[in-house]
């Protein structure tokens, strides 16, 4: 084996003093936003998750908590099972609803869902392999969440799915980007 050229050693050295340098409140940080996306990514890779289904989670040190609704049964016990998988999860707390089965429901899911992702301006987000506009029915009741990119496009998917006839009530809960400028 070669030794170290001077400039190498040097390298080596500044790395490791930089990386013992670091304030534990920063590795912390990074190994928290590591946990976050790797939980996130997990949950959206779900096999059966799609635009009817809201899965979101709050993280605690190293508690994931699961909240939303889901239509399927199954996919409750599968999100608690591939979160309680990523690294450095080490309890989950699911508290997920399973959304009751009903053709009204999923009659009105279907349309709301035409009524949104044909229109001109909301079209781009059926696109997306989950779409970002995500449909939640219960008892006739229709809230949308997730997130948008501007303002107008919030204002057009609460107007297209209050047109839909038989929902009782349209809660629009979509989120907009924020334009970091």
Do not use: C
Not at 40 to 55: A, C, K, Q, S, W
Not at 97 to 124: F, G, K, Q
Request: aromatic share 6%.
């Amino acid at each position: 084996m070669k030794p170290l050229t001077p400039y190498l050693r040097w390298l080596v050295i500044s790395s490791l003093v930089a990386t013992i340098a670091l304030p534990a409140d920063k590795a912390t940080e990074s190994a928290e936003a590591k946990m976050i996306r790797q939980v996130r990514h997990e949950l959206i890779m779900l096999p059966y998750y799609g635009v009817f289904d809201n899965l979101s989670f709050k993280l605690n040190g190293r508690t994931v908590t699961l909240m939303g609704q889901v239509v399927r049964p199954s996919l409750k016990p599968d999100s608690g099972r591939v979160v309680k998988d990523v690294d450095g999860v080490e309890n989950v707390i699911n508290e997920i609803e399973v959304l009751p089965t009903s053709p009204n429901d999923d009659r009105i899911r279907l349309a709301t869902y035409r009524a949104i992702y044909t229109d001109n301006m909301l079209y781009r987000y059926g696109l997306q392999a989950v779409p970002p506009i995500h449909i939640i029915v219960r008892n006739g009741n229709v809230t949308l969440v997730g997130v948008v990119a501007n303002q107008s496009d919030k204002n057009v998917a609460g107007i297209r799915a209050s047109g839909v006839s038989g929902s009782f009530s349209v809660k629009n809960e979509l989120a907009v980007e924020s334009n970091p400028k």
